[in-house]
């Protein structure tokens, strides 16, 4: 790549400096105007952002979709798991939220094992 490591560096932190910038408003919008409205909306904007990542090969719009990727994933980590356990009895609300935890954590074993045994782009 022909960018100075500074820039290529910031492809991982540009994700965090989204993520801040919407955790400070994105979950007081989702209690106001409901959880539902927002959790829809963000799914739709992830479908989007993924389909440009996966297509672009220009390195500042890759930088900016992953910004706004950053900031819509605070409505899949926190919106989201909210709405989750307004869905789920009272009673189910502990194992949910294990199970929640275990499942979120195991995808990174999961990655690192795929990318460790079974893909050639290591």
Not at 15 to 24: N, R, S, Y
Not at 34 to 47: A, C, D, E, H, N
Not at 109 to 119: A, K, M, R
Request: net charge neutral; aromatic share 20%.
């Amino acid at each position: 790549m022909c960018k100075p490591e500074w820039l290529t560096g910031s492809l991982g932190s540009v994700f965090f400096v989204g993520f801040v910038c919407t955790t400070l408003w994105l979950p007081r919008l989702a209690d106001t105007i409901g959880r539902r409205k927002i959790f829809l909306i963000g799914v739709s904007v992830q479908t989007i952002l993924f389909t440009s990542i996966a297509f672009t090969k220009q390195f500042y719009v890759m930088l900016a979709t992953i910004f706004l990727f950053g900031g819509i994933s605070a409505i899949s980590w926190m919106v989201s798991f909210v709405y989750f356990l307004e869905l789920m009895p009272e009673k189910w609300h502990t194992l949910a939220c294990c199970v929640w935890s275990i499942a979120d954590s195991l995808v990174y074993t999961v990655d690192v094992f795929y990318f460790w045994f079974f893909s050639n782009q290591a």
